[in-house]
C-alpha cells in the first residue's frame, strides 16, 4: 500500500474510522467501514472519496491492519494489488500486471493524449489508466455487480462513484477483453476512452448517441481503415435487421445488450454525418452544448444548420447505402 502510494504520488490521504461491521473474533480481528480519501497529484482535479472494507487486529499496544477490501465495498487498486506504474507529463497508468503489460498500456495511452487533441479543445489533456488483474477485480473497483464489464474492454467511470462534475475521472481497462484485439483496435479503444475522460463524459447530459458516438468520431478519426471494417456490425444489423427507425436511445447502450457493438458504430455513423455536412468543429460545439444541457433537438439546427431529422435522413442513407 505504502509503495503504491509512493509510486502514484499521492496526496490528501486520510482515513477516517466510520463503524463497526463485524463482531470480534477471537483472535480479537473484526471488519470496519473507513473513509478513505486521495489524489494523485498532478493529474487529479479533486480527491476521491469512498468507503473502503478494512479488516483489523487489536493488539497489545495498536490496532493493525491485516487487509484492506472486499466487504462489498468499493476498493481501490492502490489498496488492493502491488502495482507498477508509468508516467509522463500526461499519462499516468497503473497496472496490476508485468512489465510487459505495463509497457503496452502506457503506449496506448501516450498515443491516445494527442489523437483526442487534434480535436477537443482543452488545455492540457492528461489521462489516468487503471488495469486491474482481471475482469472480477475490474467489477469490484467500479462496486458493479459480478460480470457487468465481463466483455468490455474498457470504461471511463468516476474513480469513487461519484457523478460529480470536476471529480476525478480515470480510465479502467479489462484486461481479459482488451488483450485479445489487434493493435488498431486496442489503440481505438483507449482513444475513444480517454476522449471520455477529457470531455467529463460521465456527467454529460448530452444523449448517449451523441456522448458514445462522438468519443468513436474521435477515435477513428485517422484511423485508416475501410468502412467495411469500422461499421461492420451495423451493417451486418441492417442487412439482418433492416435499417432502424430513429438514432440509438439510452437502452441500447446497455452493456448486457447483444447488439452493443452494432449500437457503438450506428452512434459513430451518425456523428460522422455532422461532421460531414456541417464541418467538425460544429460537431464539437454541439458535443459541447447538449453536454450542459441543451436539447440536442434545438442545438443541432443552431450549431449545425441540420435538424435532428436531417441527421436521421441522412444517417438511415448512410446505413443503406453501406448495407447494399
Known sequence: MVDNADALRLTGVTLRYV??????????????????????????PAPARTEVAFTLR?????????????????????????????????????????????????????RAVPVVARVVPADRPRLVVEVPAGADQLDALLDVPAG?????????????GRDEP????????????????????????????????VTDAPTSRAPLWLVEGFADYVALRD?????????????????????????????DFDVAQTHLGATYESAWLACRVVAEQAG?????????????????????????????EDVTRLWRADLAALSR
Open 223 to 251: 484511423v485508416d481503415l475501410p468502412l467495411a471494417t469500422t461499421a461492420a456490425q451495423a451493417i451486418a444489423q441492417v442487412r439482418r435487421e433492416g435499417l432502424p427507425a430513429a438514432l440509438p436511445g439510452t437502452s
Open 58 to 110: 487489536a493488539e497489545p499496544d495498536r490496532v493493525a491492519l491485516v487487509s484492506a477490501g472486499g466487504g462489498g465495498l468499493r476498493t481501490p487498486l492502490w489498496l488492493a494489488e502491488p502495482l507498477r506504474v508509468a508516467r509522463t507529463a500526461d499519462t499516468l497508468v497503473m497496472v496490476a500486471g508485468d512489465a510487459a503489460e505495463l509497457r503496452e498500456y502506457a503506449a496506448l495511452a501516450r
Open 148 to 160: 457487468t464489464y465481463a466483455g468490455v474492454a474498457a470504461v471511463t467511470a468516476p474513480v469513487d
Open 166 to 197: 470536476g471529480g476525478p475521472l480515470h480510465v479502467f481497462v479489462n484486461p481479459e477483453e482488451m488483450s485479445g484485439l489487434r493493435p488498431t483496435g486496442a489503440q481505438v479503444v483507449m482513444s475513444h476512452e480517454a476522449t471520455h475522460a
Open 19 to 44: 463503524e463497526q461491521a463485524s463482531a470480534v473474533d477471537a483472535a480479537g480481528t473484526w471488519s470496519a467501514a473507513v473513509e478513505v480519501t486521495w489524489r494523485l497529484r498532478g493529474f487529479d
Open 280 to 308: 467538425q468543429q460544429a460537431l464539437v460545439r454541439l458535443y459541447e452544448a447538449t453536454g450542459r444541457g441543451q436539447d440536442v433537438a434545438r442545438a443541432l439546427p443552431r450549431v449545425t444548420g441540420l435538424s435532428l
